[in-house]
C-alpha cells in the first residue's frame, strides 16, 4: 500500500526529474541551477526566519500559557490551525496593502503569513511539551523567585528542547512546502518560493522533467530537516 | 492538476438522462463556465432539445487548458475511445500543442458559419498550422489601461510609454511572466519593438542567430522594470490601478470591461493600445479527435459562431471582442456596447496594433531570457 501511493509515484517523478522527452539527462538540473538557484536560497531563508518568528511568539506566549494556564488565549492561539492557508495568504495581504504595500508583497509579509498560519500548530507542539516538564521544577526555581520569563528560558525550553527541535524541523518543512500563501502573497516578480516555480515551470510552459527537477531539489531541502526529526524519533542506546 | 483532471473526471462520469449528452470542458473563469451555463448552453437547448450540456470549469490561466490537454492526453495514450470530453476551450498555447499531437478533430470545414472562423489566429498558432481545428469563442486583448485624472496624455506609443515611466517612476505596473498571460504579451509587444522582428517572430522559421536581439530587449526590459511595479496578476494590476498605486497598467480589456460593468472599477479608467502594439489572445472551442458526441458538439459551436449570439451574448453581455468575422457581428450590437467596447481602442487600433504571439521555440526563448535577465 505504502510503495503504491507514495514510493510508487515518487520514484516515478525523480526518474522524470533525470529525462527530458524520454531521454536521459541531467539538463533538468542544469536548469534549476542557472535559473533557480536564488531561488532555492530564498526558500531557504524565507522558511528559517518563518520558522525562527513563530517560535519567538510561540516560546513568550506558551511559557505564560504553561505558567499561568488561560484557556481563552490558548483558544485564540489554537485559530490558525483551522484557518485555510489561502485565506491567511489573502487576509494578510489585504490587511497589510492598504498602510504597507511595500510590505505586502515582499519578503517580510510572507515571513510575517507563514509565522502566522503556523503559530497554532507551535503553540499545539509547545504547550504540550511545555506541560510535559514536572510541576516541581517550576516551584523549585520560583521558590528561588524567578518570574514567568526566567522559567520560560532556564527551566521550560531547556527542558523541553527535544520536543522543540522537532517542532522546528515540522514547521520549518510545512514552510518549505508552502504554496497557497506565496502564491496570494508574491509578486510577478523578484525571487519566488520554490514550490511557485515548480506551478510555473508547468502551469505555463508544460515542462513536467524541470518541474520534477524542482521538486527533487525541494525533496532534499526537507529531508535535510526531516533526518534531524528522525534522530530524534530513533531510540536511545545506553551504555 | 491532478485534482482538477480527478474533479474533471467525476464530473464527467456522473450518468446523464437526455438522449445526448455533450460534455463541454472550459478551461477558463468561471464567468466564461457561466455563460455556457446560463445562456449558450439553454440557447442552444431551445433549438436543439435532444442535447444536454454538462459543462465544466477546470480553473484559471494557463493551468486550466493545461488540465483538459492532460485528461485527453491520458485517453489517447490509454487507447480508449469514446474519450469523455465533446467540446473544449482551451487557451491558444495549448490548442497549437493539441493540434501538433494529432488530439483534435478537424471540425470547422462542417460549420454553416465556416466562412466567418477568418483571421491570422485561425490559420496559425505558435507555428502550428490550426487551420480547421478552432474557432474563437472571443477575442481577448491586452492593452494598457490609464487613470486620466494623472495621466495627461496616454502614450500612443512603446517610446512614449519608456519616457512616461522614467518621468513616473513606481506609477506603471504589470505582472511580469509568471502572474498571468497579460505581462507575457506585454513582454512579447516590447520585444516586437524593441527588435523590430514581429514577422520573423510570429510566423518563423525559427532561427537561433535572433537570440542576440531577444537578449538585448529583454536587458532593455530589464532596466525599464526598475522603475516598475510589478504586480501579483491580472487582478493585481486593475487593484493597484482603482486604488491609486499606480496610475498606468497592463490589463485584459475585457477584464476592464466586467470589472467597470460589476462596478469594481473607478470608470473613468480607459485602455489604449500603443504603437507597434501587443497580442490578442483567443480562446479556442476545440473537439477531441475521439469525442463521443462530434455531431452533437459540432453543432454547438456552430450556434456560438452565430453573428447574432455573438453579438449578444459575447459582446454586448460580456465585453469581449467577436470570436468570428467582426464585420458580420458588429453591425448587430447596441451603439451603446459599442461606446463601451471601443472607449480608448477604436476598431481601427484593433485592426492595426493587434498582434499576435509568437511561435512557440521564439516564445519560450523569450520567457527563458526574461527569467534569466530579468528575473
Not at chain 1, 222 to 235: D, E, H, I, S, T
Request: aromatic content about 10%; some cysteine; glycine content about 8%.
Amino acid at each position: 500500500m505504502v510503495g503504491v501511493v507514495f514510493v510508487w509515484p515518487l520514484a516515478v517523478s525523480v526518474a522524470a526529474s533525470f529525462t527530458r522527452a524520454g531521454v536521459p539527462t541531467l539538463g533538468n538540473y542544469t536548469t534549476v541551477w542557472r535559473l533557480y538557484l536564488r531561488d532555492v536560497g530564498y526558500t531557504l531563508a524565507v522558511s528559517a526566519a518563518g520558522t525562527a518568528l513563530t517560535f519567538a511568539l510561540a516560546i513568550v506566549v506558551c511559557g505564560w500559557l504553561r505558567v499561568r494556564a488561560f484557556a481563552p488565549v490558548e483558544f485564540l492561539l489554537k485559530v490558525p490551525l483551522f484557518v485555510p492557508f489561502v485565506v491567511v495568504g489573502h487576509a494578510l495581504r489585504v490587511f497589510l496593502v492598504p498602510w504597507a504595500p511595500a510590505l505586502a508583497g515582499s519578503w517580510g509579509g510572507l515571513v510575517l503569513a507563514l509565522a502566522w498560519k503556523h503559530l497554532g500548530l507551535a503553540a499545539l507542539l509547545l504547550v504540550g511539551a511545555f506541560r510535559a516538564v514536572d510541576e516541581s521544577h517550576l516551584e523549585a526555581a520560583r521558590n528561588f523567585g524567578a518570574g514567568t520569563a526566567r522559567l520560560t528560558r532556564d527551566v521550560l525550553v531547556p527542558m523541553s528542547a527535544p520536543s522543540l527541535a522537532v517542532s522546528a524541523v515540522l514547521i520549518f518543512s510545512s514552510m518549505l512546502a508552502s504554496f497557497s500563501i506565496p502564491l496570494m502573497m508574491s509578486r510577478g516578480g523578484g525571487a519566488q518560493m520554490l514550490m511557485i516555480d515548480v506551478y510555473y515551470r508547468f502551469g505555463q510552459h508544460g515542462d513536467f522533467e524541470t518541474a520534477a527537477a524542482l521538486g527533487v531539489v525541494g525533496y532534499l531541502m526537507a529531508m535535510g530537516a526531516a533526518l534531524v526529526y528522525l534522530q530524534r524519533l530513533a531510540p536511545v542506546k545506553r551504555p | 492538476m491532478l485534482m482538477r483532471a480527478l474533479v474533471l473526471l467525476l464530473v464527467l462520469v456522473v450518468p446523464a438522462s437526455a438522449a445526448t449528452r455533450l460534455n463541454v470542458a472550459i478551461g477558463a473563469d468561471v464567468n466564461v463556465v457561466e455563460v455556457h451555463k446560463t445562456l449558450l448552453g439553454p440557447g442552444f437547448k431551445a433549438q436543439t432539445p435532444d442535447v444536454e450540456l454538462n459543462v465544466v470549469g477546470t480553473g484559471t490561466g494557463e493551468p486550466a487548458s493545461r488540465a483538459i490537454y492532460t485528461k485527453i492526453r491520458a485517453q489517447a495514450d490509454a487507447g480508449r475511445a469514446p474519450w469523455d470530453i465533446d467540446v473544449a476551450l482551451v487557451s491558444m498555447a495549448v490548442a497549437s500543442q493539441m493540434v501538433k499531437e494529432g488530439l483534435l478533430l478537424r471540425y470547422v470545414p462542417r460549420l454553416k458559419n465556416a466562412a466567418l472562423v477568418k483571421g491570422a489566429e485561425v490559420k496559425e498558432a505558435f507555428g502550428v498550422n490550426v487551420d480547421g481545428y478552432v474557432v474563437p469563442m472571443f477575442q481577448n486583448q491586452i492593452a494598457i489601461a490609464y487613470n486620466p485624472a494623472r495621466v495627461a496624455a496616454p502614450p500612443k506609443s512603446f517610446d512614449e510609454l519608456t519616457k512616461w515611466v522614467a518621468a513616473n517612476p513606481g506609477k506603471f505596473g504589470y505582472n511580469g511572466i509568471k502572474g498571468g498571460v497579460s505581462g507575457v504579451g506585454f513582454t512579447m509587444g516590447w520585444v516586437y519593438w524593441k527588435t523590430g522582428l514581429y514577422k520573423q517572430l510570429t510566423q518563423g522559421p525559427f532561427d537561433r542567430g535572433r537570440e542576440g536581439a531577444i537578449r538585448e530587449a529583454i536587458t532593455a526590459l530589464r532596466d525599464f522594470n526598475r522603475n516598475v511595479l510589478i504586480t501579483n496578476g491580472n487582478a493585481g494590476t486593475l487593484d493597484a490601478l482603482n486604488r491609486g498605486e499606480i496610475a498606468m497598467g497592463v490589463v485584459w480589456i475585457d477584464q476592464l470591461v466586467a470589472w467597470k460593468n460589476e462596478g469594481r472599477m473607478d470608470p473613468s479608467i480607459t485602455p489604449v493600445l500603443p504603437a507597434p502594439g501587443l497580442p490578442i489572445y483567443p480562446l479556442y472551442l476545440v473537439v477531441p479527435r475521439e469525442a463521443a458526441s462530434k455531431d452533437a458538439a459540432v453543432r454547438y459551436i456552430d450556434y456560438i459562431a452565430t453573428p447574432e449570439v455573438q453579438a449578444k451574448a459575447i459582446v454586448e453581455r460580456f465585453g469581449w471582442y467577436p470570436g468570428v468575422d467582426p464585420d458580420k457581428v458588429l453591425p448587430l450590437i447596441s451603439a451603446k456596447s459599442r461606446e463601451l467596447l471601443f472607449k480608448g481602442v477604436s476598431a481601427e487600433d484593433l485592426a492595426r496594433y493587434s498582434r499576435q504571439m509568437p511561435i512557440k521555440e521564439y516564445h519560450d526563448l523569450i520567457a527563458l531570457a526574461y527569467e534569466e535577465i530579468v528575473r
